[in-house]
């Protein structure tokens, strides 16, 4: 069974860091792609970080270049999303998904809010 694990999510402040971590089992980790995903309050869907098969390609919406980082640990099976200089607009679930354009699985996902 396939299954993928957020954890990380917390209230901070604004400028303030967080580390997410997804955590999966179930199938090979290191033959995917992964990608983070996050969505606000009232709002749909927001694409915001992909990473491909060994860590060496990383692709970021555009708001979000210079402040998140992605990375894994294909010997820990994990998948991670520092957040840097975190803003009110961040505040969102934020979704670990395998894969990048066709996302099969995900997380349930971490709250993460900004706020003073």
């Known amino acids: 069974e396939v299954q993928l694990v957020e954890s990380g999510g917390g209230l901070v402040q604004p400028g303030g860091s967080l580390r997410l971590s997804c955590a999966t089992s179930?199938?090979?980790?290191?033959?995917?792609?992964m990608s983070w995903v996050r969505q606000a309050p009232g709002k749909g869907l927001e694409w915001v970080s992909t990473?491909?098969?060994?860590?060496?390609?990383?692709y970021y919406e555009e708001s979000m270049k210079g402040r998140f980082t992605i990375s894994r640990d294909n010997a820990k099976n994990t998948l991670y999303l520092q957040m840097n200089s975190l803003k009110s607009e961040d505040t969102a679930v934020y979704y670990c998904?395998?894969?990048?354009?066709?996302?099969?699985?995900w997380g349930q996902g971490t709250q993460v809010t900004v706020s003073s």
């Open positions: 179930g199938f090979t980790f290191d033959d995917y792609t």
């Open positions: 990473i491909n098969l060994n860590g060496g390609r990383t």
């Open positions: 998904a395998k894969g990048r354009y066709a996302m099969d699985y």
